[in-house]
């Protein structure tokens, strides 16, 4: 069987950490903003990990992420 191969947008999407988690940057924050709050903004800036309920399903798009 041949090899796996990662998934093109998830490669651009996601990146592995040091530890084997993954993580992602949140959306909502490229336009329209202004009917946004602070506290909104402030919160879409920091990256997110992957929940652990999705990290089967990761693997599979990226499996050089363990």
Wanted: net charge positive; aromatic share 6%; hydrophobic share 20%.
């Amino acid at each position: 069987m041949p090899k796996m191969k990662t998934h093109s947008g998830a490669k651009k999407r996601f990146r592995g950490t040091g530890t084997g988690k993954i993580k992602y940057k949140k959306s909502g924050n490229r336009h329209l903003l202004t009917g946004n709050s602070g506290e909104k903004t402030r919160k879409l800036r920091k990256s997110q990990i992957v929940d652990s309920t999705d990290m089967k399903r990761m693997e599979k798009f990226m499996p050089y992420s363990k």
